[in-house]
């Protein structure tokens, strides 16, 4: 690419938009089961105290994250990430390929952690990926991969005025920053509340 083309983009979030619910919750249960049944009684012990701890709200929900995320560092998500592959909507997918077949770059921007979202991206072709704790970007006590932040890395990595978000795939008003930038606006099966939050600030928006 020139460097004075400008770069469309097709941003699609993940948890509640490609999949129907929140795969970091799910990946908590995995993860002390993977490292039961592979004999690594430590790991087992560790996800077990964190969950313990942040119960009692001893942890914020992004140190848990965090600590989460930093045990899991070596783990091979191969299995994870295949199920969730699995489950992501087939008509997302099928827009993914769309995109990816009129020339748009296709992100996944995500708060799920990068150690399996890289993986699932991989799965479904996507070329480029946003997600929670990538080296690329900082993670500073009490920042997420959410709202502004999304848009900071993105911005961040592709430059600013380099890129035009074609389109954005959500499900929640958290992406607002993403939604007022794109051009189309998506937003996938949303909640009631969400519905509404986003329905009155772009009404123009599409409802999947």
């Known amino acids: 690419m020139m460097r004075n083309e400008i770069e469309r983009l097709a941003v699609f979030d993940f948890d509640g938009t490609i999949i129907p619910f929140n795969s ?24 077990v105290s964190l ?19 930093d045990l899991s560092a070596g783990v091979k998500n191969f299995g994870f990430a295949k199920f969730l592959f699995c489950i992501c909507r087939s008509n997302i997918k099928k827009e993914i390929s769309l995109y990816k077949s009129i020339g748009c770059t296709t992100c996944l ?5 990068s150690n399996y979202a890289n993986k699932v991206a991989e799965f479904l072709g996507v070329d480029q990926v946003f997600a929670y704790g990538d080296g690329r970007f900082s993670w ?8 502004s932040t999304k848009l900071r890395n993105i911005d961040s990595h592709f430059g600013s005025g380099c890129y035009v978000i074609e389109v954005m795939y959500t499900d929640h008003s958290d992406d607002i920053p993403l939604l007022e930038t794109a051009i ?4 996938v099966k949303p909640r009631k509340e969400q519905y509404l939050k986003i329905v009155t600030l772009f009404p123009e928006a599409e409802f999947y």
């Open 24 to 47: 970091f919750r799910l990946y908590i249960a995995y993860l002390p089961l993977l490292f039961l049944v592979s004999g690594d009684f430590s790991g087992f012990a560790a996800v």
């Open 109 to 113: 921007s995500t708060a799920a952690p």
């Open 51 to 69: 969950v313990c701890r942040k119960a009692n709200k001893r942890i914020s929900h992004l140190q848990f994250k965090r600590a989460l995320v």
């Open 184 to 187: 189309r606006k998506v937003v």
């Open 140 to 147: 500073e006590e009490g920042v997420d991969n959410i709202g």
